[in-house]
Nanobody, 126 residues
Framework: QLKFVESGGGSVRPGESLRLSCVAS????????IGWYRHLPGKDHEPVSC???????VYSKAVKGRFTISRDNAKNTLYMQMDDLKAEDTGRYYC????????????????????WGQGTLVTVSS
């Protein structure tokens, strides 16, 4: 069974940082097409970041320069370091897997995910 378990969400003030973790089971994270999406209040799911080709990453315009995706293959874990958080980053963040997840991230669409995590909540408020 393919499964993600996310953690690391919480409540922070604007400008602060969080590091999200996502432990995978049933498959390895060193695959093309793995990343993070988020669901912001009143909006559809949107892609945030993804990894492909072992080390390459793609970021949405909203987070580029502030968020960094990485993975530890030995721990089978995906991470996302989120710096300089803003109130508009408030939402639930999900691990996602799908061959064309980076297509989603590049084009700002959300239609190529075949496995979702349960999500972790991030709240940014002063």
């Amino acid at each position: 069974q393919l499964k993600f378990v996310e953690s690391g969400g919480g409540s922070v003030r604007p400008g602060e940082s969080l590091r999200l973790s996502c432990v995978a089971s049933g498959f390895t994270v060193d695959v093309d097409g793995i990343g993070w999406y988020r669901h912001l209040p009143g909006k559809d799911h949107e892609p945030v970041s993804c990894m492909w080709n072992n080390t390459s990453a793609v970021y949405s315009k909203a987070v580029k320069g502030r968020f960094t995706i990485s993975r530890d293959n030995a721990k089978n874990t995906l991470y996302m370091q989120m710096d300089d958080l803003k109130a508009e980053d408030t939402g639930r963040y999900y691990c996602a897997r799908g061959l064309y997840v980076c297509y989603d991230t590049y084009h700002g669409v959300s239609r190529n995910v075949d496995t979702w995590g349960q999500g972790t909540l991030v709240t940014v408020s002063s």
